[in-house]
């Protein structure tokens, strides 16, 4: 890949500037001629009044703004492909879209600014520039790999940079999209950050049974993302009609997973909303998240909701209780192995032999309390079970 070192003011990169507030392609420069955000590049994520305030910062101070570098694009045009968020900042600042916070604690635009501190920032600020030619492989190679200074590009991101075209820009219009109406409703299912690609890269697991990358590759140049949207919205929607309220705890699951498991069963909404609420009342589930794929497998696998164990205290008390009237009757103080006949019927077990048993399940409405423990030897305990 060659490389050539250029300068430019900012003056000359923001000449032109233009800040697609949709958060799409669009982002422009140098009169046109630099495109700021390819369709490959990240969404601008410095805009929390932090980052984007630092670049603006320095430039007023005279501090250096780093290597900038920009890839020669067919047709005799630049795409940036490290420093668009420092470009953006200094454009978004220089068109009056952004504002710092002088020594008085006032807000201040560029255009209130002195003419001798817009100078300094417009014509005395140079941005040191290496220009990038090279193959599409090469330039894709570089941005995937390189060390970008700042805030580094997550999985999602270096995917859009490496299998860009059509399918990416149609995917990030509808699911990098802050603007998009529907994200409220889909943030109570998807963790994350629009802007950081979160939501689209849910979308492609969910689609791709956790594919991405070769998902991303087969569909590089399809002109549409039918599969993937239609898709996306049918785990939305039947994560709607199967619980009908939205809680906290089901931000971030594995929908994806859950939908291809269950979504051919048939639940009952109220049935559902009134097992939900009931394990949300109970002192003894520790994990909330997993009481959606407890109930969507039919309420069997206690390991999903971590039920609060017999504590230490507990367990020594009941031992010692079960010990010494086993002695005196002389049986066992397992209370199984004491109706038995086996070589066991009066074996005095060792705490550490030993498990803490509910006597009633806590399926079954059992409570994790003193008075429903029992110890049991780890053979029976384990053989009980749930009953």
Same mark, same amino acid.
């Given at each position: 890949?060659?490389?050539?070192?250029? *300068?430019?003011?900012?003056?000359?990169?923001?000449?032109?500037?233009?800040?697609?507030?949709?958060?799409?392609?669009?982002?422009?420069?140098?009169?046109?001629?630099?495109?700021?955000?390819?369709?490959?590049?990240?969404?601008?994520?410095?805009?929390?009044?932090?980052?984007?305030?630092?670049?603006?910062?320095?430039?007023?101070?005279?501090?250096?703004?780093?290597?900038?570098?920009?890839? &020669?694009?067919?047709?005799?045009?630049?795409?940036?492909?490290?420093?668009?968020?420092?470009?953006?900042?200094?454009?978004?600042?220089?068109?009056?879209?952004?504002?710092?916070?002088?020594?008085?604690?006032?807000?201040?635009?560029?255009?209130?600014?002195?003419?001798?501190?817009?100078?300094?920032?417009?014509?005395?600020?140079?941005?040191?520039?290496?220009?990038?030619?090279?193959?599409?492989?090469?330039?894709?190679?570089?941005?995937?790999?390189?060390?970008?200074?700042? +805030?580094?590009?997550?999985?999602?991101?270096?995917?859009?940079?490496?299998?860009?075209?059509?399918?990416?820009?149609?995917?990030?219009?509808?699911?990098?999209?802050?603007?998009? =109406?529907?994200?409220? &409703?889909?943030?109570?299912?998807?963790?994350?950050?629009?802007?950081?690609?979160?939501?689209?890269?849910?979308?492609?697991?969910?689609?791709?049974?956790?594919?991405?990358?070769?998902? /991303?590759?087969?569909?590089?140049?399809?002109?549409?993302?039918?599969?993937?949207?239609?898709?996306?919205?049918? +785990?939305?929607?039947?994560?709607?009609?199967?619980? *009908?309220?939205?809680?906290?705890?089901?931000?971030?699951?594995?929908?994806?997973?859950?939908?291809?498991?269950?979504?051919?069963?048939?639940?009952?909404?109220?049935?559902?909303?009134?097992?939900?609420?009931?394990?949300?009342?109970?002192?003894?589930?520790?994990?909330?998240?997993?009481?959606?794929?407890?109930?969507?497998?039919?309420?069997?696998?206690?390991?999903?909701?971590?039920?609060?164990?017999?504590?230490?205290?507990?367990?020594?008390?009941?031992?010692?209780?079960?010990?010494?009237?086993?002695?005196?009757?002389? &049986?066992?103080?397992?209370?199984?192995? =004491?109706?038995?006949?086996?070589?066991?019927?009066?074996?005095?077990?060792?705490?550490?032999?030993?498990?803490?048993?509910?006597?009633?399940?806590?399926?079954?409405?059992?409570?994790?309390?003193?008075?429903?423990?029992? /110890?049991?030897?780890?053979?029976?305990?384990?053989?009980?079970?749930?009953?």
């Amino acid at each position: 890949m060659k490389t050539t070192l250029k *300068t430019y003011t900012v003056g000359e990169v923001c000449e032109g500037f233009v800040y697609n507030e949709l958060e799409g392609r669009g982002l422009y420069g140098l009169s046109g001629r630099l495109t700021i955000q390819p369709e490959y590049q990240r969404n601008y994520i410095y805009a929390d009044g932090k980052k984007d305030v630092a670049v603006i910062q320095s430039a007023l101070h005279k501090y250096p703004l780093g290597i900038f570098y920009f890839n &020669k694009a067919e047709g005799g045009g630049l795409e940036v492909l490290d420093g668009q968020q420092r470009i953006t900042s200094l454009g978004r600042f220089v068109t009056n879209k952004l504002a710092i916070i002088n020594d008085d604690g006032i807000p201040q635009y560029f255009a209130s600014l002195s003419r001798e501190l817009q100078n300094r920032i417009l014509n005395d600020t140079n941005l040191l520039v290496y220009e990038c030619e090279g193959t599409e492989d090469e330039i894709r190679k570089w941005f995937e790999t390189v060390n970008i200074a700042g +805030v580094p590009l997550n999985t999602q991101e270096l995917l859009n940079a490496v299998y860009s075209g059509e399918f990416v820009t149609l995917a990030k219009q509808e699911f990098s999209n802050s603007q998009n =109406a529907n994200v409220q &409703k889909w943030s109570a299912y998807i963790a994350g950050a629009v802007n950081r690609q979160d939501y689209l890269e849910c979308a492609l697991k969910w689609v791709s049974k956790d594919n991405v990358e070769k998902y /991303m590759s087969l569909h590089r140049h399809d002109n549409n993302i039918i599969e993937m949207k239609t898709y996306f919205n049918c +785990v939305i929607d039947w994560i709607g009609s199967v619980f *009908t309220d939205v809680e906290t705890e089901m931000r971030g699951l594995e929908w994806g997973r859950l939908y291809e498991t269950y979504h051919s069963q048939p639940y009952n909404a109220q049935e559902v909303h009134r097992k939900v609420n009931e394990l949300y009342g109970d002192p003894y589930v520790k994990n909330r998240k997993g009481i959606f794929e407890y109930i969507l497998g039919g309420c069997v696998d206690k390991r999903l909701l971590d039920i609060r164990i017999f504590d230490e205290a507990t367990k020594r008390a009941v031992y010692k209780k079960q010990t010494t009237e086993a002695i005196a009757k002389g &049986k066992s103080n397992c209370p199984l192995c =004491a109706v038995g006949h086996s070589a066991n019927s009066e074996k005095i077990w060792k705490q550490s032999e030993m498990d803490a048993d509910h006597v009633t399940a806590w399926s079954k409405g059992g409570a994790t309390s003193i008075e429903n423990c029992q /110890m049991l030897c780890k053979t029976h305990n384990r053989a009980k079970g749930n009953k």
